[in-house]
T-cell receptor
Framework: NAGVMQNPRHLVRRRGQEARLRCSPM?????VYWYRQLPEEGLKFMVY????????ESGMPKERFSAEFPKEGPSILRIQQVVRGDSAAYFC???????????FGEGSRLTVL | QKEVEQDPGPLSVPEGAIVSLNCTYS??????FMWYRQYSRKGPELLMY??SSGNKEDGRFTAQVDKSSKYISLFIRDSQPSDSATYLC????????????WGAGTKLIIKP
């Protein structure tokens, strides 16, 4: 049973470009969460999605960031017009329900030049 | 002041030692407490999950919650080099996953 799959694992973008990060949850999981992790800092919640619905995006910056979890296919975290401060590790997690164990992917590391 | 405080370390101990990792918090409404282990360049993995105060044991790991002191601990007995990782505490008021508040993590190094 494959775990949470994230790609790309590493992404380099120049300032002003777009970054798209993808997350396929574990089989049978319909709840997806995105987190950002900066060096020496804890995980910061960004957004919580279920299929075709954004449940809570209170942790996501109002501008340039968006997320979706379509009926078919992976969840996408999209960052438009990236800036150096967007450089971080972005983790996706999934769960079979609102509560219970979170399963994390290995993360996507974004570097903005 | 951060809502959850965790000493970043690194904490370096010899193999076989008992390790104590700690978090303090300020929100007295937290009731659900978790410890995650994160190896370098990997995602966090849940180790222990406790509700309210008390102890929970799982193999070499013991999680302890003291709500009166707003203090949680993770003890690792007979530590192994494979325990070398960053340990993150996380907590929430209810059992909703996305309401978790995370500590910054303590880097643990077990020397052979």
């Amino acid at each position: 049973n494959a775990g949470v799959m994230q790609n790309p694992r590493h992404l380099v973008r120049r300032r002003g470009q777009e970054a798209r990060l993808r997350c396929s949850p574990m089989k049978g999981h319909s709840h997806v969460y995105w987190y950002r992790q900066l060096p020496e800092e804890g995980l910061k919640f960004m957004v919580y999605l279920q299929k075709e619905n954004i449940i809570d995006e209170s942790g996501m910056p109002k501008e340039r960031f968006s997320a979706e979890f379509p009926k078919e296919g992976p969840s996408i975290l999209r960052i438009q017009q990236v800036v150096r401060g967007d450089s971080a590790a972005y983790f996706c997690a999934s769960s079979p329900a609102t509560s219970g164990k979170l399963f994390f992917g290995e993360g996507s590391r974004l570097t903005v030049l | 002041q951060k809502e959850v405080e965790q000493d970043p370390g690194p904490l370096s101990v010899p193999e076989g030692a008992i390790v104590s990792l700690n978090c303090t918090y300020s929100n007295s409404a937290f009731q659900y407490f978790m410890w995650y282990r994160q190896y370098s360049r990997k995602g966090p993995e849940l180790l222990m999950y406790t509700y309210s105060s008390g102890n929970k044991e799982d193999g070499r790991f013991t999680a302890q919650v003291d709500k009166s002191s707003k203090y949680i601990s993770l003890f690792i007995r007979d530590s192994q080099p494979s325990d070398s990782a960053t340990y993150l505490c996380a907590m929430s008021e209810d059992d909703s996953n996305y309401q978790l508040i995370w500590g910054a993590g303590t880097k643990l190094i077990i020397k052979p």
